[in-house]
Structures are given as structure tokens and as C-alpha cells.
């Protein structure tokens, strides 16, 4: 198991890592922060495929086409921390050794959206004001990593569930019977 976890949760967290450097870098003059979030999340789900992946090939070569609804997520769910936790240092060395301004660029961004719509002054400084203290916060690498596996993780528990839930396969009476 312990193999196809780590090998199944490195490509996974290469592959949404990957995506989100090469994406930063990508638009790096004007990050496009309104479509950022699609983009993001469909590249977490396209490498939570491997907790798919992962599974049925425990699954099928080490149990023998089958496997309970809590061994299947156990599995799904050690891919998923693996890859979350590539992704989380990819972020931390993108963030702290290339983009250290990224909130600062994010709250230029949310204050010009706010702005455009009409927002009054009152609405726009209590946004710089909550802004400013997050920028705060996230130049902590503790905070700023509990912070990005709070966007992976829930992603990769609902994939990790359904993997478990298509992929259960429980023993037929018939063959036990039979051996």
C-alpha cells in the first residue's frame, strides 16, 4: 500500500502544484484572479483522479478485487495528504522565494473590483483594513500553510469519499463458499 500511496499522491501533487507555479508564472504581468479559483480547482480534482487510480489498483492487486468502504478511503486519503502536502511546499517555495508580494497584489485586486462596482469609501477601507491583516498573517509560513491545505484537503476528502464509495467491493457469498 504504502507504494502506490506515495507514488499515486506524488504525481497528484505534482500535477495540481505544477499547475498552480506554471499558472502564477503564466500570468504573471496580470494575474487573473477572477478565473484563478476554476482553474485551481479543476487541477486539484484532475490530480485527485489519482486517489482513483490508487485505489482500485490496491484494490485489484493487492486484495484481490476487493476492498471495504474504509480501507478504500483509508487509501484515498493517504493519497490525498501526500499529494496536499507537495502541494503546500510547492506553494511555500513559489510564495517565499519568487512571489513573496502575492497578497499585496491580491488586495490591489479585490479594492479595484470593489471600487469599480460602487462600493462606498466605508465598505472599501473595511476591506483594506481586513486585507492588511491577513497579508499579516500570511507572511507566517505556519499560517500560510494551514491556509493552503485548507483549499486542498476538502477538495481531495470528497474525491478520497466517492473513490471509496464507486470502488467498495465487499466478498460474494458464492465464493466463499466455494474455497
Same mark, same amino acid.
Given at each position: 500500500m504504502k507504494k502506490i500511496v506515495l507514488v499515486c499522491g506524488a504525481i497528484a501533487g505534482l500535477i495540481a502544484g505544477?499547475?498552480?507555479? &506554471?499558472?502564477?508564472?503564466?500570468?504573471?504581468? !496580470?494575474?487573473?484572479? *477572477? $478565473?484563478?479559483?476554476?482553474?485551481?480547482?479543476?487541477?486539484?480534482?484532475?490530480? &485527485?483522479?489519482?486517489?482513483?487510480?490508487?485505489? !482500485?489498483?490496491?484494490? *485489484? $492487486?493487492?486484495?484481490?478485487?476487493?476492498?471495504?468502504?474504509?480501507?478504500?478511503?483509508?487509501v484515498g486519503i493517504l493519497i490525498v495528504m501526500v499529494a496536499s502536502t507537495i502541494y503546500v511546499v510547492l506553494?511555500?517555495?513559489?510564495?517565499?522565494?519568487?512571489?513573496?508580494?502575492?497578497?499585496?497584489?491580491y488586495t490591489a485586486h479585490v479594492l479595484d473590483k470593489l471600487k469599480a462596482s460602487g462600493a462606498s469609501t466605508v465598505v472599501i477601507a473595511k476591506k483594506a483594513k481586513e486585507m492588511a491583516e491577513f497579508s499579516r498573517m500570511y507572511k507566517n509560513p505556519f499560517f500560510n500553510a494551514i491556509m493552503t491545505y485548507c483549499e486542498i484537503v476538502p477538495v481531495g476528502l470528497i474525491v478520497a469519499l466517492l473513490a471509496a464509495l464507486i470502488l467498495k467491493r465487499k466478498t460474494k457469498l458464492n465464493d466463499t463458499v466455494t474455497a
Open positions: 505544477g499547475w498552480a507555479v &506554471f499558472y502564477i508564472y503564466l500570468c504573471s504581468n !496580470k494575474m487573473d484572479f *477572477d $478565473n484563478g479559483e476554476i482553474y485551481g480547482y479543476t487541477a486539484m480534482i484532475v490530480a &485527485f483522479s489519482l486517489v482513483f487510480v490508487g485505489v !482500485k489498483n490496491y484494490r *485489484d $492487486n493487492n486484495l484481490h478485487g476487493q476492498i471495504s468502504f474504509g480501507k478504500a478511503f483509508q506553494w511555500l517555495i513559489d510564495y517565499y522565494c519568487f512571489i513573496s508580494n502575492f497578497a499585496e497584489i
